[in-house]
């Protein structure tokens, strides 16, 4: 982008969001938000504590066991819906009520199944994140070309063939903005799982920085989680605009 | 090689006792629908016979049902006497959109036809790179056909029917999608192909001129329900040279009287 005939670098926006951010908070008009400079430092003053380490190793487990089984289960389970119509009469009326549910709804009753543990939080971030990838992969392979079955079947395909080296691939653009969306998902799940279930991770950190009004702790974390989040978002669809060369011809 | 001399197989006196497919009283109804009602046909071996007919006339369909692809309400299909029930080996498809896989090089999408046969990857890329040369795409070997024209991906998809050795090539409006020049190009490249390869050609076309120039027997189709109308088989095409086939007082007649039989059918 130019302004005033200068090319501006990439982010110029965010350094003048920033700078509207310290300038805010030097004026001291309220005490909820310090200025970026304190955030930052204090950023760096809590990463290589024991607490924010830990907080950061459970919720990275979590996530990655939530989104792992999201994506283990939704991408078949999609498949599966796309290429038979008995499954998907079956299936698809509660694949639609649960991703339009408010799943935070459900995590108490989660949390009587499975106990106050790691694992009702990493049900509840796998519940975020399969419905959408389960939707996107089904519909991929909706919008699979017509001859490609065909030519699958005119060449003997043996329906695990067809599976592996047609469908998956056809559907693959779809199938990836499903796990990117699913990710972002998966976030918010592994977050209110932290808060509701049992008060550890970050969800620890959160009710600890809140409730002692440590507002420069509290936005460090969470500008964090927003910069992970963003991230994992952005290398997945990276991913996408790799296969999105044949997206458009299949 | 531009002529193409007549041998026993190919001459019409003894074709229904050589036939490679024959279909006999096949009908196929979706739901009330009639797209072909109790349609019998021969396609003799070694020859190309075309599917010629106005759109909405179920030439894809009867191709399909050829194919194993479609299952018919009623008749039966039998190649090399015997009775159709589902794909073969026997028989390979060329898709009117191509149908490559396009992530796959051209390379692999010529060999996969035999990959899904479980032929092992040496064997089938030797294979493969032999019909690329003979489809005149040698050097294109590692590109994507999302990087080739209409018409090299139709000759993609045309090597991946040869590669895996079938008698019978079944041919889906093969050359529709592609540019007028590539098209003329293609047909020639057809009749030499028919000459050389040994095999038995069905095509699908809906262009009186193109079914004219390669066909050694035309069949066509009328619509609503579909049934064979007519079958010609030009006598003297065949010995032509290529280019001098368009000017051949008989093409021009058989196409002339194709066009008055099928007239009335179009809107």
Redesign the interface.
């Known amino acids: 982008m130019t302004a005033f005939g200068i090319r501006l670098p990439g982010m110029s926006s965010l350094i003048l969001w920033g700078l509207f951010w310290e300038i805010i908070g030097r004026s001291g008009y309220t005490f909820f938000l310090p200025p970026l400079s304190e955030v930052i430092a204090t950023f760096f003053s809590i990463v290589d504590t024991p607490a924010f380490q830990k907080a950061l190793s459970e919720t990275a487990q979590a996530f990655l066991a939530g989104v792992f089984s999201a994506v283990v289960i939704g991408i078949p389970t999609g498949i599966l819906m796309g290429k038979n119509r008995l499954v998907d009469e079956l299936l698809l009326p509660w694949v639609n009520i649960f991703l339009s549910a408010p799943l935070t709804a459900l995590v108490p009753v989660l949390m009587v199944l499975f106990g106050f543990g790691m694992k009702s939080i990493i049900i509840t971030t796998a519940l975020f994140a399969v419905w959408i990838i389960i939707l996107n992969a089904r519909a991929g392979v909706m919008q699979i070309n017509r001859s490609l079955t065909d030519m699958a079947n005119s060449f003997g395909a043996t329906p695990w063939a067809a599976f592996s080296k047609i469908y998956f691939w056809a559907a693959l653009p779809e199938i990836l903005g499903g796990v990117r969306i699913g990710v972002i998902r998966a976030v918010k799940g592994v977050i209110i799982g932290q808060l509701l279930i049992s008060i550890v991770g970050f969800g620890a950190l959160f009710e600890l920085y809140s409730a002692n009004f440590l507002m420069g702790h509290f936005w460090a974390v969470l500008i964090v989680l927003f910069a992970l989040a963003f991230v994992l978002s952005e290398g997945l669809a990276a991913l996408e605009r790799r296969v999105s060369y044949y997206a458009a011809q299949r | 090689m531009d002529t193409h001399p007549i041998d026993m197989t190919r001459s019409a006196t003894n074709a229904s006792a050589a036939a490679a497919v024959s279909v006999r009283g096949v009908s196929k109804n979706y739901g009330q629908v009639e797209a072909l009602r109790d349609l019998s046909l021969d396609f003799p071996r070694g020859q190309l016979t075309s599917l010629l007919g106005p759109s909405g006339c179920g030439k894809t369909t009867l191709l ?1 049902i050829i ?3 479609l299952q018919p309400t009623e008749g039966e299909v039998e190649v090399n006497g015997k009775p159709v029930t ?4 026997d ?3 060329v ?5 490559l ?3 796959a090089t051209v390379l692999r999408n010529v060999a ?2 035999l ?3 479980g032929v092992r990857i040496s064997e089938r890329e030797a294979i493969a790179e032999q019909y690329i040369r003979n489809v005149g795409l040698a050097g294109f070997e590692k590109s ?3 990087e080739l024209s209409g018409g090299m991906r139709q000759r993609v998809g045309l090597a991946r029917a040869l590669a ?1 050795d079938s008698e019978v090539l079944l041919m889906d409006e093969p050359f529709s999608a592609v540019d007028e020049q590539t098209r003329r190009k293609f047909q020639e490249d057809l009749l030499g192909l028919v000459a050389g390869e040994n095999k038995t050609f069905l095509f699908v076309t809906h262009s009186i001129e193109e079914a004219v120039y390669v066909s050694d027997q035309i069949a066509i189709l009328l619509p609503r329900p579909s049934r064979v109308s007519e079958v010609i088989r030009p006598s003297g095409l065949r010995t032509r040279n290529v280019s001098d086939i368009r000017r051949d007082p008989e093409y021009l007649d058989i196409v002339d009287r194709i066009w008055a039989s099928l007239r009335s059918y179009v809107e």
């Open positions: 399909k194919a194993g692809l589902g794909p073969g080996p028989r390979a498809f898709f009117q959109d191509f149908a896989l396009p992530w996969f036809g990959e899904l046969r994507y056909p999302h895996v």
